[in-house]
């Protein structure tokens, strides 16, 4: 049954510091199934357990209980097969490597040769419309088009996952909407799954087939809310009623997971 | 950008310049108003003697550069200090080498192996308490006893000198990668080595630096040093020596071997500065020196 699906997570939990004054229940019993070919946002205040639930995905981190599958296999292995890309908020490109060598790093690290590492650059190059920046240096970008490079790097050795934590969190606004709606294409020619984090109720559901609502105190996934807006959004599905209707979906969702400890640092534009 | 830095380059060198030359007045008009026979404060001997034998002029110690050099033939002392300088500097670079060597395989060691940071750091840092001059004959000794040639001894105390802020400055810069980036080397399942080589060495490089500075300069003192300590090596060191037991026949020409020594000092300094500005040619500005 699992093996269908690309990220199957089956009653984890995550203790930090157990046993010490400082122990942290980041997520307790956190059942998640993400199917081929998906986009899922995590939403929820800050310190309800998104990243961490994300890192378990990714393998940088080992749950306390429960099992994490990516691709039917164990996490760590799908690590070690490199089933997955990251982005994080910060671009995290390498300031000494230019754009193109930034790409190519985890094709390096894979053992490619030069030629192809070269020719699938450019390719990720084109694919996110930035087909003559290979030889510049990360920093003579804007954050918008680092950010670009940053995904361009996460999917340059084709993987079926993208794991995304918060990757437009550090831009403005117009970027910000310019920017999901490319992944959003991105995602739809390289027909890749994604398990997207984010504070955000109308990028969540703008961006998603499925927005996964969390809470704190212990981390929990509260409710999971299908958005069904269809494959083909574009500018006009920001204006569409049933838009709107899904963004104060989310948001009920979510502050009827937050009654009693609160709402903090969720974005309500 | 380029030429925001050549301004300040020039900027730095006029400053460089200017200093100098105060320092150089300064001098100048101390021997004019100073009493020739030197002073007392308060019955304590501070002020000191101005006369040509303890303080030349400052010309003078120019000129001394272009005069015959005492028992070499038609050489001049400029010739002289120049050979001096050269034999200095090859045993100061191939310290700061050897220094080098060290100094980042033990960082790398540290960084690898929290225990053996640990355990080494505190005698690294007590190392560089022992004073030079008391290591020279131990390391003199076991040089000759391996039949090692004698600028090997030099070469020695000078690595000794300069593996330390090396060794300091690269654990810094490779425990200086950010933890993001660190994941993300995780995320492609990539091993302590690997990440070694692609994230942690070029993140040290800025951060490696000014430890190279100060080591180059160090090299070059572990060399002057031993030179005056040991017998038998022929380099600026010596000539500081050799000139000043000459002082009366030609007061100058110690000071003409400080500069000499100076001199070498500030190439070995301008040697790095120019590896960083090829080595950081790409890297964004702030993190530029
Ligand atoms: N490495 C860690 N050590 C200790 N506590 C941690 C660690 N990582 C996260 N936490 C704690 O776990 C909780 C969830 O954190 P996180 O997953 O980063 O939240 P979010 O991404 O939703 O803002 C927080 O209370 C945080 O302080
Ligand atoms: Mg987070």
């Not at chain 1, 990516?70 to 089933?83: E, H, L, R, T």
């Not at chain 2, 007392?40 to 400052?58: A, E, Q, Y």
């Not at chain 2, 050099?69 to 080498?97: C, K």
Request: include cysteine; charged fraction near 20%; charge should be neutral.
């Amino acid at each position: 049954m699992t093996d269908q699906s690309a990220v199957s997570v089956r009653g984890v939990s995550m203790v930090f510091n157990a046993e010490t004054s400082g122990q942290v229940d980041a997520l307790r019993d956190v059942d998640l199934t993400v199917d081929p070919g998906e986009f899922v946002s995590l939403i929820g205040p800050s310190g309800c357990g998104k990243s961490t639930l994300l890192r378990l995905i990714a393998n940088l981190i080992e749950p306390t209980a429960g099992t994490v599958l990516v691709n039917g296999k164990s996490a760590k292995q799908a690590c070690a097969d490199q089933d997955y890309g990251m982005a994080f908020q910060q671009s995290g490109l390498f300031d000494w490597r230019s754009v193109a060598k930034n790409i190519e790093l985890p094709l390096e690290l894979k053992g490619w040769d030069k030629a192809k590492r070269a020719a699938r650059s450019q390719e990720m190059l084109d694919l996110v419309k930035l087909p003559d920046r290979g030889a510049h240096m990360p920093w003579q970008l804007s954050g918008g088009q680092q950010q670009r490079i940053a995904i361009a790097r996460a999917l340059a050795s084709h993987p079926p996952l993208l794991l995304m934590d918060e990757p437009f969190g550090a831009l403005d606004e117009m970027t910000r909407e310019h920017m999901q709606a490319e992944l959003l294409q991105i995602c739809e020619v390289t027909n890749t799954t994604v398990v997207f984090v984010t504070h955000s109720i109308p990028e969540a559901v703008y961006l998603s087939d499925r927005v996964v609502v969390m809470s704190a105190g212990p981390g929990r996934i509260t409710d999971v809310i299908d958005v069904g807006l269809g494959k083909n959004r574009d500018e006009d599905t920001r204006e569409n009623d049933s838009f709107y209707k899904k963004i104060t979906e989310v948001r009920e969702a979510l502050r009827g997971a937050e009654l009693g400890d609160g709402a903090r640092g969720i974005e309500d534009r | 950008m380029v030429t925001r830095r050549a301004r300040s380059a020039v900027r730095r060198s006029v400053l460089f310049v200017v200093a100098l030359g105060l320092v150089a007045v300064g001098w100048e008009v101390y021997k004019a108003l100073g009493p020739d026979a030197g002073g007392d404060i308060f019955g304590w001997k501070l002020i000191p003697k101005t006369n040509d034998r303890v303080m030349p002029h400052t010309w003078e110690m120019f000129a001394e550069l272009t005069r015959p050099a005492i028992g070499r033939g038609d050489q001049q002392v400029w010739q002289v200090l120049l050979g001096y300088s050269w034999y200095t500097f090859q045993m100061s670079v191939a310290g700061l080498i050897a220094g080098t060597a060290i100094g980042v395989l033990l960082a790398v060691l540290m960084a690898r192996f929290g225990i053996v940071e640990r355990g080494l750091l505190p005698y690294v840092v007590l190392s560089q308490t022992i004073p030079l001059i008391a290591l020279a004959p131990q390391v003199t000794a076991i040089r000759g006893s391996l039949d090692w040639p004698q600028w090997t001894s030099a070469v020695a105390l000078a690595a000794f000198l300069s593996f330390f802020p090396i060794t300091v400055s690269t654990l810094r810069g490779l425990q200086a990668a950010p933890a993001a980036s660190l994941e993300l080397m995780a995320s492609y399942a990539s091993g302590w080595w690997t990440t070694l080589r692609k994230l942690r060495f070029p993140t040290a490089i800025p951060y490696m630096v000014p430890g190279l500075k100060l080591a180059a300069t160090a090299s070059v003192i572990g060399v002057i040093v031993t030179e005056i300590t040991l017998g038998g090596l022929r380099g600026v060191g010596y000539a500081t020596i050799d000139y000043s037991q000459k002082v009366t026949s030609q007061p100058a020409s110690v000071y003409a071997a400080v500069f000499a020594a100076a001199a070498l000092g500030l190439v070995m300094f301008a040697m790095i500065v120019g590896c960083e500005t090829y080595v950081m040619r790409n890297r964004p500005q702030e993190e530029r020196g």
